[in-house]
Nanobody, 122 residues
Framework: QVQLVESGGGLVQAGGSLILSCAAK????????MGWFRQAPGKEREFVAR???????????LYGDSVKGRFSISRDIAKNTVYLQMNSLKPEDTGVYYC????????????WGQGTQVTVSS
């Protein structure tokens, strides 16, 4: 059974930093891409960042407009882990952060983690 397990969430003051981790377990295939999404109370799920993972990729990264220049996604292929470095955090970054995995070039994010709460106080 494929599992994506997030960790690293918590409470931080505005301007601070956090690192989220997502460990992928139980899969027998190589990921095509992995990403991070977030959802604030009363709002729709929002795209945060994506990193290509498939063989031959250069680890291309993509970011949502609201986090560009502040957040950075990275990967450790040997550990099957993706990270989200979050700097210069703002209260509007508060929400539940979800890790998502894409198993192939056609399927979009077909695996999801349970989410980790990030709260940024002003």
């Amino acid at each position: 059974q494929v599992q994506l397990v997030e960790s690293g969430g918590g409470l931080v003051q505005a301007g601070g930093s956090l690192i989220l981790s997502c460990a992928a377990k139980g899969h027998t295939f190589s990921w095509y891409a992995m990403g991070w999404f977030r959802q604030a109370p009363g709002k729709e799920r929002e795209f945060v960042a994506r990193i290509n993972w498939h063989i031959g990729s250069t680890g291309n990264r993509l970011y949502g407009d609201s986090v560009k220049g502040r957040f950075s996604i990275s990967r450790d292929i040997a550990k099957n882990t993706v990270y989200l470095q979050m700097n210069s955090l703002k209260p509007e970054d508060t929400g539940v952060y979800y890790c998502a995995g894409q198993s192939g070039p056609v399927a979009m994010y077909d695996y999801w983690g349970q989410g980790t709460q990030v709260t940024v106080s002003s």
